[in-house]
C-alpha cells in the first residue's frame, strides 16, 4: 500500500490501563509545510548579504501536495517511507509478542494492551512516515546550507520555525566538517524574529 502523508496526533502511549497521550511530543508532520517553504525558499530568492528572509504562507500545503514536492527533492521518498511503515509495523509486532509471553500480567491486563497496541497500529505507523519525511527534508536543507552561500536565515517568530531550527542545528552539526550554527531572537518594526546564525 503506498503510504501518505496526512496529521496523526501526538505520541500515543499504550499500556494495559488503556492509551494516554504526550501532548509535549507532536507528529512532525506539522513542520512539513515549514521545510518545504524553507527549501523552496533556495530556489526561488535572492540571498541578500548572504541572509535568506521569508514569512509565512496564509494556507499550508496539504499532505498530497507536501510529497509532490518532496518526492521533486528525493524520488526515493516513497521507498523511505514504506521503509519507515515496516519497521513500525515490525516494532509493534515485537512489543505485541513481548506482552504475549509476559507471565506477570494477568490475562484480561494483556488481553486490553493487546486491544490498544492493535487499536493504535495505523496511528503510530502513520506518525513514523512522517517522523521519516521530516528528517529526510532537514537533512536535505541541511545540505542545500552546506552547499549554499547563506550565513543568517530570517525567520518570523513562530513554533514550527523554531522546531526546525533545533533540528537543523543538530543536522548541520553532523555534517563533515560539522557546521556550527545558533539562534537569537530579535525584536524589529515587523515584531518579534528568530534569527539562525551558521558560523562555518
Wanted: hydrophobic share 40%.
Amino acid at each position: 500500500m503506498k503510504q501518505r502523508l496526512h496529521y496523526a496526533g501526538p505520541k500515543p502511549i499504550c499500556s494495559k490501563y488503556g492509551v494516554l497521550f504526550d501532548y509535549a511530543k507532536e507528529d512532525r508532520y506539522i513542520y512539513l509545510d515549514t521545510l518545504i517553504q524553507l527549501l523552496e525558499a533556495f530556489d526561488t530568492r535572492t540571498l541578500q548579504e548572504g541572509t535568506l528572509r521569508f514569512g509565512i504562507k496564509k494556507e499550508a500545503f496539504d499532505g498530497d501536495v507536501i510529497l509532490e514536492k518532496t518526492e521533486k527533492y528525493d524520488p526515493e521518498i516513497g521507498r523511505k517511507m514504506e521503509k519507515a511503515a515496516s519497521e513500525t509495523h515490525d516494532f509493534l509486532r515485537e512489543t505485541a509478542k513481548r506482552v504475549e509471553e509476559n507471565e506477570l500480567m494477568a490475562p484480561l491486563e494483556k488481553e486490553v494492551w493487546l486491544k490498544n497496541i492493535a487499536l493504535m497500529e495505523d496511528y503510530v505507523v502513520q506518525r513514523a512516515v512522517n517522523k521519516a519525511v521530516y528528517y529526510v527534508l532537514i537533512d536535505l536543507l541541511a545540505q542545500k546550507l552546506k552547499e549554499g552561500n547563506v550565513r543568517y536565515i530570517v525567520f518570523p517568530m513562530h513554533r514550527n520555525f523554531h522546531h526546525v531550527a533545533k533540528s537543523l542545528s543538530n543536522a548541520l552539526a553532523k555534517q563533515k566538517p560539522p557546521i556550527p550554527s545558533y539562534a537569537q531572537i530579535l525584536e524589529t518594526k515587523e515584531g518579534l524574529t528568530l534569527k539562525f546564525n551558521l558560523t562555518p
